[in-house]
């Protein structure tokens, strides 16, 4: 069965120290990974996604195939780093499997 | 532009009674999506269009809950005689198609639903 698993519901680390958002997936076919996060009052919305490669905040995320991972990191975290993020899976072309979300708090 | 819309932000209800929650999606956006999101869980999926027609209906998680889109644009979500367990927070997305390339979904504020 697909899903997304993140074992961490709640992380807390001190500003400046690094991050690490852990997130494992199960899924047969070719995956393609999301990051998304939601600053408190704020929508959910995108922060990066493992076919752009990108870094977003500083964040990064590599898709380990073998590991079956899409872990989010970060180098040296800030204090409005702290939300909830949640990692997904796009299942073929439609629909979006998440995870439970990790809620992220950067301490001063 | 503006982004995805979503009403009411909250309605109350009574155990038995209807509700519809409406959804506006970015314009242009060809793909929508129903996600149900319970306290202190992920968000799960309900429902996918592409246009007016649902693909893949197969979150829905009883015959109580029925959703439509029309004119490519305005989706509603429409949920009979409620339960408690019904009680959630109702997000959609939209996105510019549902075509492969990691486009990616773009979520509204969300309906918080509560049944008494």
């Known amino acids: 069965a697909q899903r997304v698993t993140q074992p961490e519901k709640l992380l807390s680390v001190f500003k400046g120290a690094p991050v690490e958002l852990k997130c494992n997936y199960s899924?047969?076919?070719?995956?393609?990974l999301f990051w998304y996060v939601q600053y408190s009052r704020q929508r959910l919305q995108l922060l990066l996604r493992?076919?752009s490669r990108e870094s977003i905040k500083g964040f990064t995320a590599d898709l380990n195939k073998g590991e079956t991972s899409f872990h989010l990191k970060k180098p040296f975290a800030q204090e409005e780093d702290s939300a909830m993020y949640y990692c997904?899976?796009?299942?073929?072309?439609?629909?979006?499997?998440f995870g439970q979300g990790t809620r992220l708090t950067i301490n001063p | 532009g503006a982004g995805v819309s979503q009403s009411p932000s909250n309605k109350v209800t009574e155990k038995g009674k209807d509700v519809e929650l409406r959804c506006d999606p970015i314009?242009?956006?060809?793909?929508l999506y129903w996600y149900r999101q319970r306290l202190g869980q992920g968000l799960e999926f309900l429902i996918y269009?592409?246009?007016?027609?649902?693909?893949?209906k197969s979150g829905l998680p009883s015959d109580r809950f029925s959703a439509e889109r029309t004119g490519e644009s305005v989706s509603t979500l429409t949920i009979q005689r409620t339960q408690q367990e019904d009680s959630a927070v109702y997000l959609c997305?939209?996105?510019?198609?549902?075509?492969?390339?990691?486009?990616?979904?773009?979520f509204g504020d969300g309906t918080r639903l509560s049944i008494l």
């Open positions: 997305a939209s996105s510019p198609s549902s075509g492969q390339g990691g486009e990616p979904q773009h």
């Open positions: 493992h076919i």
């Open positions: 997904a899976l796009k299942m073929g072309a439609q629909k979006l499997v």
């Open positions: 269009f592409q246009g007016n027609s649902a693909p893949d």
């Open positions: 314009s242009g956006h060809t793909a």
């Open positions: 899924y047969s076919g070719s995956p393609e």
